[in-house]
């Protein structure tokens, strides 16, 4: 058998397997289990899995369209970043040495929370494991721009960790608005999945007010219902860029039968009404989208924090 024989096989058998099997013929089905299991699904009180480089095709998309459309016209004042649920940081310092990199005259901030102390004290230091840097392959030119590399560990470069800074933040407190600073690009990445409804909806409400009225989110990670009509309401507008690509590799990490992890995320469907909303991960809002967002009460955010003060974290 030859190469090219080979490579049409094995895109036939993910053709067959991935596409026709798992998002088509048992899609329904998988939707309905995974509901079922929603319903009685204990979730993670502290998931802070993350990692370098975690989204190439995000990446691609932030300095490719987003930052055009952010920079284009804009005067000399700071870019700011907001970025929820920062885990360690690696999320944060992978945007530094990728915005670093590709504009390097720009004068960029980014805030990184995250609700648990040892969280933000871990992230300050800037210091990781051969592991957990290598945690997936990532680029050489990434490898060497980010870090100071030594026998046992690496260490962000001090000029991008000038670039950081870190705080504990809640979600789910109701003057969260008014305690961080408005931004140019909001993350709120693989977080909400981790929260029932209810308190997902507070927490997306939360950080809309944030977005500055020509400004980007970025939201993996969440049920693609609430990203749907959430977004929807919101008026943010989905960016169509490598969509498939990008929702795709996010589940590189669920099992085929993505219905039996709460967490799981159905495959992408080209033939789903309104696919471009519900499966994109980056939304652009810019002053023409009149629809002013909708804060959640104070007293429903008290109540949810409230019954469950260290639950929910950012």
């Given at each position: 058998m030859t190469r090219s024989e080979h490579s049409v096989l094995r895109r036939s058998y993910r053709f067959l397997k991935h596409d026709l099997v798992y998002g088509m013929l048992l899609y329904r089905y998988g939707l309905a289990r995974r509901d079922e299991l929603l319903k009685k699904a204990v979730k993670?009180?502290?998931?802070?899995?993350?990692?370098?480089?975690?989204?190439?095709?995000?990446l691609e998309a932030l300095c490719g369209p987003v930052m055009e459309q952010l920079l284009t016209g804009r005067g000399k004042e700071r870019f700011d970043i907001q970025v929820f649920a920062s885990s360690t940081g690696a999320e944060s310092y992978t945007l530094a040495s990728v915005l670093y990199e590709h504009f390097p005259h720009l004068d960029f901030h980014i805030t990184s929370s995250d609700l648990h102390a040892d969280m933000i004290e871990r992230a300050e230091g800037g210091v990781y494991s051969k592991q957990e840097v290598h945690e997936r392959e990532l680029p050489e030119a990434f490898l060497t721009q980010t870090f100071d590399a030594s026998d046992d560990h690496y260490l962000v470069k001090p000029h991008l960790r000038a670039r950081v800074s870190f705080q504990q933040a809640n979600l789910l407190d109701r003057g969260l608005?008014?305690?961080?600073?408005?931004?140019?690009?909001?993350?709120?990445?693989?977080v909400l999945c981790h929260m029932d409804v209810e308190p997902a909806k507070q927490a997306f409400w939360a950080v809309v007010p944030l977005l500055k009225e020509r400004s980007a989110l970025f939201i993996d990670g969440m049920s693609l219902d609430l990203r749907e009509s959430l977004t929807l309401e919101a008026g943010l507008t989905?960016?169509?860029f490598k969509v498939r690509e990008v929702h795709e590799f996010a589940r590189s990490h669920i099992r085929e039968r993505w219905w039996t992890q709460y967490y799981g995320i159905e495959p992408y469907a080209r033939w789903r009404r309104n696919g471009l909303r519900r499966f994109s991960t980056i939304f652009l809002r810019d002053e023409a989208q009149a629809c002013a967002p909708r804060r959640s009460s104070a007293a429903q955010v008290d109540r949810l924090v409230a019954a469950s003060p260290s639950k929910y974290h950012v």
């Open positions: 993670s009180e502290r998931h802070t899995y993350t990692c370098f480089y975690r989204s190439p095709g995000q608005a008014l305690a961080l600073q408005p931004a140019d690009i909001v993350f709120m990445q693989n989905p960016l169509d």
